[in-house]
Nanobody, 117 residues
Framework: QVQLVESGGGLVQPGGSLRLSCAAS???????TGWYRQAPGKQRELVAAITSGGFTNYADSVKGRFTISRDNAKNTVSLQMNSLKPEDTAVYYC????????????WGQGTQVTVSA
């Protein structure tokens, strides 16, 4: 079983920055890794994803402010969040998608990000 451990959440003022990191407990090949978030009363939504080949996809609401990166050798994925807004407040979850031996989604436990003055 693979555990995903997240770090880096917290409280930040509007306009501030945070960096989220997620590490897998062992070496796995992930077709795509990403970050999702879920605000109270809302569905979980994709924030950003990056494929093993380095292709990225961002939610329109975070384009130009967030940057996702991954280190395949270290089995980590990070999310640099700049110019944070109150509407970015949510629990953020990292996700590793694997296809071998079967398709499966691994999820982190979630880390709270709160943007407030």
């Amino acid at each position: 079983q693979v555990q995903l451990v997240e770090s880096g959440g917290g409280l930040v003022q509007p306009g501030g920055s945070l960096r989220l990191s997620c590490a897998a407990s062992r070496s796995i090949f992930s077709i795509s890794t990403g970050w999702y978030r879920q605000a109270p009363g809302k569905q979980r939504e994709l924030v950003a994803a990056i494929t093993s080949g380095g292709f990225t996809n961002y939610a329109d609401s975070v384009k130009g402010r967030f940057t996702i990166s991954r280190d395949n050798a270290k089995n980590t994925v990070s999310l640099q969040m700049n110019s944070l807004k109150p509407e970015d407040t949510a629990v953020y979850y990292c996700n590793f998608k694997v296809e071998v031996p079967v398709k499966y989604d691994y999820w982190g436990q979630g880390t709270q990000v709160t943007v407030s003055a």
